[in-house]
């Protein structure tokens, strides 16, 4: 009769786990939401992350805004003429045109973006303007050189000698085929998780290299190249923006980590999504990095040759996304 009550007794207690009351799952994820989180802590795109982060721990580290911190570290590679694929110095259009696209986003998900913008240095501050200052997500073109021009933004050429000088050797055949983890890596994407709590990211590009004039990747668009959701983590791609576009591939990031997958399982399911639509991948790179709430981080890209840095208390280093093939 006692062993028969305990079994009773036993199986009670089971039902009552299974009803709902209780569950190894809701105590193994209470265990894990209580474990502290890792903040601030900042992490970029590609190796021009690396003093791209520097800039931007400068400001999370005396207890600054990630808003601030992400705008500040990409500024970095947008005035470096080294860094070929971003910014001042970056790689032109067909028609020998530097065209600029970048955008930014905050922990209420306000936004701001421009894009085919030329002559200004620094597209990542004005699509902040454009955030906090009009009612609109997106300017672009002249509207956009104009609206910077009012805020007082310099006009200047962005074109290198050594930008020029590429660009017209490439006129000699006028061929036009991306190179993967060479052309492809356009882009500086930043994602930064702030003492508070809170999450930000920016984007920012000169573009594919010999792109069409007037191309727009998906460095600029919300949803696209960024997307942030102070309640679950952000994301940020690089790459052929065209392929990330079809998939929102930044908002698909983010939304496999809302479903409970960790960033670098929802960065790699993302490529995965992006593989299952494409004919042929052997020419084609896109890589994600993702930042949580708990400050946890990934990446994953199609080919090996993406690398992402990050930087939080622990220090600063540069690692290599694991990849598809």
């Known amino acids: 009769m006692s062993t028969r009550r305990k079994f009773i007794k036993l199986t009670a207690v089971g039902a009552t786990f299974l ?23 900042v992490l970029s ?7 791209a982060n520097e800039a931007a721990w400068r400001i999370l580290s005396q207890s600054g805004s990630a808003l601030d911190a992400v705008e500040a570290g990409v500024r970095v590679p947008e005035a470096d003429p080294k860094v070929r694929t971003v910014g001042y110095g970056g790689y032109p259009d067909r028609e020998g045109k530097v065209t600029l696209d970048a955008c930014i986003m905050d922990k209420d998900s306000n936004c701001g973006a421009v894009a085919f913008l030329q002559h200004i240095k620094h597209p990542i501050s004005v699509a902040r303007k454009v955030m906090e200052d009009t009612p609109h997500v997106m300017l672009v073109g002249e509207g956009a050189l104009q609206f910077a ?33 060479i052309e492809n890596h356009d882009t500086i994407g930043m994602l930064a998780l702030d003492a508070n709590g809170d ?7 000169s573009g594919a290299a010999y792109k069409m004039h007037g191309r727009v990747g998906d460095s600029p668009i919300i949803g696209a190249g960024l997307f942030v959701d102070n309640e679950v983590g952000a994301a940020t791609a690089t790459g052929l923006g065209e392929a990330v576009i079809r998939m929102v591939g930044s908002h698909l990031v983010v939304e496999l980590m809302r479903q409970g997958h960790s960033p670098e399982d929802a960065c790699r399911l993302a490529v995965e ?12 790179q896109v890589g994600f990095i993702a930042l949580n709430k708990q400050g946890e981080y990934g990446g994953y890209c199609i080919h090996k040759g993406f690398n992402y840095a990050i930087q939080d208390g622990s220090g600063t280093k540069l690692l290599d996304g694991k990849s598809k093939f």
């Open 199 to 205: 999450l930000a990211g920016a984007c920012t590009t």
């Open 149 to 181: 021009l009012s805020k007082g933004f310099k006009k200047e050429n962005l074109l290198t000698p050594e930008s020029e000088k590429d660009w017209k050797n490439w006129l000699k055949e006028s061929r036009y085929k991306p190179v993967i983890n």
């Open 19 to 41: 009803s709902g009351g209780f569950s190894f799952a809701s105590a193994f994820a209470g265990s894990v939401r209580k474990s502290k989180p890792n903040r601030p802590i």
């Open 273 to 284: 999504r992006i593989i299952s639509r494409q004919r042929d991948v052997k020419d084609l």
């Open 45 to 51: 795109t590609w190796e021009h992350g690396l003093p």
